[in-house]
């Protein structure tokens, strides 16, 4: 089965846009984007569109590329204190400390789950992972599950998550010898690296539940998969919409 | 190589007490028990000893076992506020809510480091493997690191720690099929489920680490390691020692 994420993105849009107006009050989303990276302003722009969609004013700051991490910081706190939500549009340039400016943000207005502070939501592609596996009533206890790429968006959090539901998890990553030792035994595989064509249909098993993060997935593992999510349109949508389900949350 | 622990944690408690005189005020760390478990009052007084030595004033509190959650967590503010560190023994009785318990430990207090608010500490026993692998220079990044069980106290923090480091990991539990499959491609095994031999020479490479933090492996695979921690000797004491050096931190 192929998962449409557009579609279930579709339906919790409708139902977040009920939520935000019994909500009554006009919650204010801030993106902050640094430098003109051409791909971030992409993804940016589809938030904007999901914001405009459910009654979110969504309010994109553009800092200069040569910020210092310091000035970043004070204009953070600045942005913070003004919105009912932040976003941090990754990546920061290399010269600024990432994490850093990711803790700036409080807990409560941490759509995207990544400062350090404790959060009572689930970062967002964690959060679209578990609509899916729900959705299929998937459990997870158990399962084998090979977590590719360990980034702070999908790998770390997806790692932490799964820990926490008793599954047994293999976190693979570039310098991994032979993953195929391990992806050909795993019940579920989640991809968060960026490489095309890393996970071929000879390195699975047949029925293995795939969730492609990363564009990783060779598009004709669907045959061989009982749950597939293609990119485009399989997680990224989703995972915006949960994005949103976090701002309503945290905001209620 | 067999590691002696009590050895290392000798030498790190000679530099605390100096650490601890030279910071000239005598710290308060408090522990809390929660009903009479003898196997938790054995390692309560094995931190009331160091504490002693070291110049600390440990103050341990006895609370009824059948203590609500609210109680205690009301219990908890008051020596929270008394103490300059705070540690609860685990495990507490099963009708109290653990990880609400121990999130009532504000961070710059939380020697054990299990709430979940952020702090710049290691969990001890993650330090205390740090310490072994340090002192032997172990480089991390790029090894397969198998860790057997996921608790609080072992698995979990010590998952979280190598996927920043940058190893590939792999979590395994009780539940999981055949575990030799994965040990015997293991450069570094952490053990942290207490389940007697369930490592046995014929599961692991010549060469591995063993950290044993669960006395789960058999004696005799010392003989096949690079590195091995015996129990009781091995990574025990150094965690104890890692507590009070999380203390001093703290109240730099």
Redo the contacts between chains.
């Keep these: 089965m192929i998962i449409d994420g557009k579609k279930i993105a579709e339906e919790i849009k409708n139902s977040l846009k009920k939520g935000f107006e019994t909500s009554g009050k006009k919650l204010k989303l801030a993106i902050v984007q640094v430098g003109e990276d051409s791909i971030s302003a992409k993804f940016i722009e589809k938030k904007v569109k999901f914001a405009e969609e459910i009654g979110v004013k969504a309010k994109v700051y553009n800092l200069p590329q040569d910020i210092t991490t310091n000035k970043l910081r004070k204009k953070m706190a600045e942005i913070c204190k003004n919105s009912d939500g932040v976003i941090i549009q990754l990546p920061l340039p290399e010269h600024i400390n990432t994490q850093y400016i990711l803790?700036s943000i409080p807990a409560k207005k941490d759509v995207d789950v990544l400062s350090?502070?404790?959060s009572r939501c689930l970062t967002p592609v964690v959060a679209a992972i578990k609509e899916i596996l729900d959705r299929n009533n998937i459990d997870i206890?158990?399962k084998?599950v090979v977590i590719l790429g360990?980034g702070i968006l999908v790998?770390?959090p997806a790692?932490?998550w799964f820990?926490?539901q008793?599954a047994?998890?293999?976190?693979?990553?570039s310098?991994?010898k032979d993953i195929s030792?391990y992806t050909k035994?795993a019940d579920i595989i989640i991809a968060g690296v960026g490489k095309p064509n890393l996970i071929t249909a000879d390195i699975v098993k047949k029925g293995v539940i795939i969730i492609d993060a990363g564009g990783d997935v060779d598009p004709v593992v669907a045959q061989k998969a009982s749950i597939f999510t293609p990119v485009p349109g399989g997680v990224g949508p989703l995972t915006v919409a949960m994005v949103f389900k976090n701002l309503l949350e945290l905001n209620k």
Excluded: D
């Design positions: 803790n350090e502070n404790r206890k158990n084998n360990a790998g770390r790692a932490t820990i926490n008793g047994t998890i293999f976190v693979l990553r310098s991994t030792k035994e």
